[in-house]
C-alpha cells in the first residue's frame, strides 16, 4: 500500500511565498510521476505541477515563472515552492502520483488528502 502525506500550505498575502511538500512511502519499486493538482472552490481539479521519471517537469502555465517543483529521489518526495501567490492560487492542493508498487501488475494512481492554500490580503 503506498500513502502520500502532505505538509505545508496555509495563508499568505498576495506576493508572499508558501510551499507544500509530500512524502510518498509504502512498497515503492518506482514513482513514474509526482506532483500537485488544485482544486479551487466550484473548480475543476487541474494540475499545477508534475515531476516525471525522466527528469522533466510540466507546470500550469498560470503558475510558470511562479511555482518550482523538486523532487528527492532517496526520500521520494517532492517539494512545490510557490512565489509571487495570487489569490487565484488559492485552492486545496492534492499531491499525485503514478507508482508502481511490488502488489501492482502496472503504475497505479494515488492521491493526498489534500492541503489548503489560501491567498488574501
Known amino acids: 500500500q503506498v500513502r502520500l502525506v502532505e505538509s505545508g500550505g496555509g495563508l499568505a498575502q498576495p506576493g508572499e511565498f508558501l510551499s507544500v511538500s509530500c512524502a510518498a512511502s509504502?512498497?515503492?519499486?518506482?514513482?513514474?510521476?509526482m506532483g500537485w493538482y488544485r482544486q479551487a472552490p466550484g473548480k475543476e481539479r487541474e494540475l499545477v505541477a508534475r515531476?516525471?521519471?525522466?527528469?522533466?517537469?510540466d507546470y500550469a502555465d498560470s503558475v510558470k515563472g511562479r511555482f518550482t517543483i523538486s523532487r528527492d529521489n532517496a526520500q521520494n518526495t517532492v517539494n512545490l515552492q510557490m512565489n509571487s501567490l495570487k489569490p487565484e492560487d488559492t485552492a486545496v492542493y492534492y499531491c499525485?502520483?503514478?507508482?508502481?508498487?511490488?502488489?501492482?501488475?502496472?503504475?497505479?494512481?494515488?492521491w493526498g488528502q489534500g492541503t489548503k492554500v489560501t491567498v488574501d490580503a
Open positions: 515531476w516525471r521519471h525522466s527528469g522533466d517537469t
Open positions: 499525485n502520483a503514478v507508482i508502481v508498487t511490488t502488489t501492482n501488475i502496472g503504475p497505479a494512481n494515488y
Open positions: 509504502g512498497n515503492i519499486i518506482q514513482v513514474v510521476t
